[in-house]
Each structure stands twice: as structure tokens, then as C-alpha cells.
């Protein structure tokens, strides 16, 4: 007998079993995941207000079009001040990395670095197999924002990748005038309102964490800051498991930021 897939959508009215759709795994193709702006209220079958949230959807992504033209439209003609090296400093932090550095992150080390170097925002997607070492070319770019004066952030999608993210970095950076603190639902609501101001204030110099940082509070701050805002490099790890809403929130707050995208 053939098998079939349960859809559940809502009652027709209160109190009245779920209208049910069955589909044989035989069309498991004509079953897709909604991905959207927002998540629709589920309603029952027939009825006009699936299509009416269709067209709303349709409307949503043709004015979220229109933001992506004049963002990249901004960050095309922007232009921001280098950020120079410490020669010092920076070979000193290379030479505290206790593994031999491979060819292709040594690659990825410098061309980042010379993007950093430029006046021209950087948007670098770098990708590599676990061990690859993709998180020690990141720390590079943190230290030059730092070594500038500039601060960085570091989005994860997990909980568990923002505190060993965090532990990491601690440690790599613990020789160096670096902070780095983190945000995610395990920081203690009191030293989340002070880790959080103190970032706004320019004394955190990377700041690791979820979702979190794109919430309203953070991200209205930082576009009351403008130009005065000393972010200048986004860190986001995984970013395949972001939204293209998500990862163009800072593009809008600042298009001459500096994106560096890391995905396995």
C-alpha cells in the first residue's frame, strides 16, 4: 500500500477536527517549505486566504528588491578609510598561532587583509572544509579592525558556536590589548545590558553572538550611531544559515561595512 504524507492545516471552525491533506511520497515533489519574511497563519483548505497571502509574500519580496538595488547601489560608489597594518603586532600574533599555516590560509590571510587595506568595503565569502582553519583567518581580520581602532562582530547560529567561538578567542587573543565578549541566551540579563553598552561605546573590540545582536534594540543603537559607529567588519559564521534579510541588516546600517561570510 502506498504511503502519505499528514498535512494538517486549520479547523474550518472552533472546535471542528483540522482539515487534512493527504500526499502520496510518490508527489513528494509538489511538497515545498514556506520561506518567507514572516511565518503566515495556517488556515483551513479552500477559502481565499492562501492566495491573498501569496500575493502579500509576492509584494514583500519586490519591495525587499528594491532595498537590496540601493544598498548595493550605496556600497558601489562608498568608499572608507584603509585599514593599515601593525606590522609588529600582527606578525607577533602569527607567530602565537601554534600550527604551520597552509598554503590556502596563508591565501586567504593576505587577500583578506588586502581588502581590509583598501578603501573599497570588503564582501568575501570564505569557504573550507572543517580543519581547514577558517576561524584563525577570521581572528587576522579582527586584529586589523582592533589595530585600527575599529570594532568587529562575529554572528553565529547557535548558542553552542557563539561560546566556543568566544572561548576561542579569549585564548588566542589573550596575550593582546583585545576584548571580546559574547551575547547569547546564557549571558546573565544584567551583564547583557553592560556588555552591550560597553560595545556601543567603543570598549569591546569584537563582540561574538546569535541572533541576539540582530535584534531591535542592538540594531537601532548602532543606526542612531551612523557614521560615528566604530563597527566596520562582520564576522558570519555558517551563513548559509542565515536569511539574505538578516545578512543585509548591517549592509543598511553602514554600506561601507566590511562582510567577511564563512561557510563549509
Given at each position: 500500500?502506498?504511503k502519505f504524507?499528514e498535512?494538517?492545516?486549520?479547523?474550518?471552525?472552533?472546535g471542528a477536527?483540522h482539515?487534512?491533506?493527504?500526499?502520496?511520497?510518490s508527489q513528494?515533489?509538489k511538497?515545498?517549505?514556506?520561506?518567507g519574511f514572516?511565518?503566515?497563519t495556517?488556515?483551513?483548505?479552500?477559502?481565499s486566504?492562501?492566495?491573498?497571502t501569496r500575493?502579500?509574500?509576492?509584494e514583500?519580496?519586490?519591495?525587499?528588491?528594491?532595498?537590496?538595488?540601493e544598498?548595493?547601489g550605496k556600497?558601489?560608489?562608498?568608499?572608507?578609510?584603509?585599514?593599515?597594518?601593525?606590522?609588529?603586532?600582527e606578525?607577533?600574533?602569527?607567530?602565537?598561532f601554534p600550527?604551520q599555516?597552509?598554503?590556502?590560509?596563508?591565501?586567504?590571510i593576505?587577500e583578506?587583509?588586502?581588502?581590509l587595506?583598501?578603501?573599497?568595503?570588503?564582501?568575501?565569502?570564505l569557504?573550507?572544509?572543517v580543519?581547514?582553519g577558517?576561524?584563525e583567518?577570521?581572528?587576522r581580520a579582527?586584529?586589523?579592525?582592533a589595530?585600527?581602532?575599529?570594532?568587529?562582530?562575529l554572528l553565529?547560529p547557535?548558542t553552542?558556536l557563539?561560546?566556543?567561538?568566544t572561548r576561542?578567542m579569549?585564548?588566542?587573543?589573550q596575550?593582546?590589548p583585545?576584548?571580546v565578549?559574547?551575547l547569547s541566551?546564557l549571558?546573565n540579563p544584567r551583564?547583557?545590558k553592560m556588555i552591550?553598552q560597553d560595545?556601543?561605546?567603543?570598549?569591546?573590540?569584537?563582540?561574538v553572538?546569535?541572533h541576539r545582536i540582530?535584534?531591535?534594540?542592538?540594531?537601532?543603537?548602532?543606526?542612531?550611531?551612523?557614521k560615528?559607529?566604530a563597527?566596520?567588519?562582520?564576522?558570519i559564521?555558517?551563513?548559509?544559515?542565515?536569511g539574505?534579510k538578516?545578512?543585509?541588516?548591517f549592509?543598511?546600517?553602514r554600506p561601507?561595512?566590511?562582510?567577511l561570510s564563512?561557510s563549509?
Open positions: 500500500a502506498e504524507f498535512i494538517e492545516y486549520a479547523p474550518p471552525r472552533n477536527p482539515d487534512t491533506l493527504y500526499v502520496p511520497f513528494k515533489k511538497i515545498d517549505l514556506y520561506i514572516e511565518t503566515p495556517i488556515h483551513r483548505l479552500g477559502g486566504i492562501w492566495i491573498n500575493s502579500k509574500a509576492r514583500d519580496i519586490e519591495v525587499f528588491a528594491k532595498e537590496l538595488l544598498i548595493y556600497r558601489a560608489v562608498v568608499k572608507r578609510i584603509p585599514l593599515h597594518p601593525d606590522t609588529e603586532l606578525e607577533k600574533f602569527s607567530h602565537s600550527y599555516e597552509t598554503p590556502d590560509q596563508k591565501k586567504a593576505e583578506i587583509l588586502s581588502d587595506a583598501s578603501d573599497t568595503p570588503m564582501d568575501r565569502v569557504a573550507g572544509d580543519g581547514f577558517k576561524t583567518v577570521a581572528f579582527i586584529l586589523r579592525a589595530v585600527n581602532s575599529r570594532q568587529s562582530i553565529a547557535t553552542v557563539v561560546e566556543e567561538h576561542t579569549k585564548e588566542r587573543f596575550n593582546f583585545i576584548r565578549e559574547s541566551r549571558t551583564k547583557e552591550i560595545f556601543l561605546d567603543g570598549r569591546i573590540d569584537c563582540l553572538g546569535t540582530l535584534s531591535k534594540d542592538i540594531i537601532h543603537s548602532l543606526q542612531e550611531q551612523g560615528k559607529s563597527v566596520c567588519l562582520l564576522i559564521d555558517e551563513e548559509q544559515r542565515f539574505v538578516q545578512k543585509e541588516i549592509k543598511n546600517i561601507d561595512i566590511n562582510i564563512i563549509a
